[in-house]
């Protein structure tokens, strides 16, 4: 079973940058694509990007797009959301997840694994 662990999470400012980091562990998850969503009370998850096992593949929702940044160290079997100019809009909790298969879906029951999220909490 792969298992998710996610870090990096925590408190700052408006217009500062933070990195999450998701390490997979467990048998063949090096061959899993992962990614990222979070979600707000209230709202349903939303899509933020998805990265397969190699990198070469990569999709980042529009919403995102030139703010956020999505990598992995296969050799650490982490993946990476580099989060840039951040705003209070972008307070959310954030969930790595993984998948077998690299798609485009950005609908979160499409995902198959979770991890066990974080807050990322933007101040004005």
């Known amino acids: 079973q792969v298992q998710l662990e996610e870090s990096g999470g925590g408190m700052v400012q408006a217009g500062d940058s933070l990195r999450l980091s998701c390490t997979a562990s467990?048998?063949?998850?090096?061959?899993?694509?992962m990614g990222w969503f979070r979600q707000v009370p209230d709202k349903e998850k939303e899509f933020l990007a998805f990265?397969?096992?190699?990198?070469?593949?990569?999709h980042i929702a529009d919403s995102v797009k030139g703010r956020f940044t999505i990598s992995r160290d296969s050799a650490k079997n982490t993946v990476y959301l580099q989060m840039d100019s951040l705003t209070p809009e972008d307070t959310a909790y954030y969930f790595c997840?993984?998948?077998?298969?690299?798609?485009?879906?950005?609908?979160?029951?499409?995902?198959?694994?979770w991890g066990q999220g974080l807050q990322v909490t933007v101040s004005a």
């Open positions: 997840v993984a998948d077998r298969f690299y798609s485009e879906t950005t609908y979160y029951k499409d995902f198959s694994l």
């Open positions: 467990g048998r063949a998850s090096r061959s899993y694509a």
């Open positions: 990265i397969n096992w190699s990198g070469e593949n990569i």
